[in-house]
């Protein structure tokens, strides 16, 4: 059923199931295999929030936390400079064709 503002979703639904909300901010993984403890305070899981020292709900990250986003964070890493790569040599490519079109 659609309103005046788009599709109405049933009750607990946010969104639809391909709706991709992103790793978790604390431990780096898919939110649906994100490794965080809930909050005793406000019940969040993977809220970076939780973790502040200051004004936090005094939830302390684990070894294991830190290691997986540092292994999540090399990825995307790695995943970035291939891509960069990939780009520039593309750019090479289509500048030697440009060449050899117009002399």
């Known amino acids: 059923m659609s309103g005046i503002f788009g ?3 049933p009750p607990g639904c946010s969104g639809t199931p391909w709706d991709n909300e992103g790793p978790c901010d604390v431990c780096g993984k898919d939110v649906d ?5 809930e909050c005793k305070v406000c019940g969040c899981q993977g809220d970076p929030q939780c973790y502040d020292q200051e004004h936090g ?9 830190v290691e997986s986003l540092r292994s999540e964070m090399d990825k995307w890493e790695a995943i970035a400079q291939a891509e960069a790569e990939y780009w520039e040599a593309r750019a090479r490519e289509d500048a030697m064709a440009a060449e050899e079109v117009w002399p």
């Open 57 to 65: 709900h005094g939830l302390v990250r684990t070894a294991t936390q």
């Open 7 to 9: 599709w109405s979703y």
């Open 33 to 37: 295999k994100c490794i965080c403890a």
